[in-house]
């Protein structure tokens, strides 16, 4: 009896250790990269989102010294990187990009709004835009400042 529990117990742990190996050999998760279509289509998508943004009144003026094609291509690596892509993000901290900006809430709703609309141009199915969203979302406290 004693010696079956051992036994048991044994061969849990052995099976324990084989997933636990067999996790750390599972590869990233990119399912949202994929759901996403990819960097061709995350490309289109960043191209559309600063369009939209640079026409959006609320919130163009804050693009008025930078740099767009430097935004747009850390805009496409950060996505691409977020979503489980082999992507590297090699732009600076969202904190230090956007603490002069002194930027609102109001801001930041814009901007995902802007988004949401460069996502359904480009057939992104709202399932999908959520997950994408939902990753960005706790960069709100990183990018808003009052
Ligand atoms: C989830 C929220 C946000 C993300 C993920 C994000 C992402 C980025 C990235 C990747 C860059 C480029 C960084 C670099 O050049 O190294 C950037 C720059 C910039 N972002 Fe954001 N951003 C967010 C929120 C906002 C909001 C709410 C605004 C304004 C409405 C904004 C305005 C800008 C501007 C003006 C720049 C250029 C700054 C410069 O020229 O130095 N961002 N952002």
Redesign the pocket.
Known sequence: MMRQQIARVAAALALAGTLGAAQAQTPPDDSLYRALGGLPVLQKVVDDFMAN?LADRR?KH??A???IE??KQ??VE?FCQLSGGACVYT??P?RE??QG?K?SNA??N??VEDLQLAMDANGIPSHTQNRLLAL?AP??RE??SR
Do not use: W, Y
């Open positions: 943004m919130i804050t693009f010294e930078s740099n430097r935004v850390k805009l950060q732009g600076d969202m990009v956007h900006l930027l801001d930041f814009a901007l960005l960069m709100q990018t808003v």
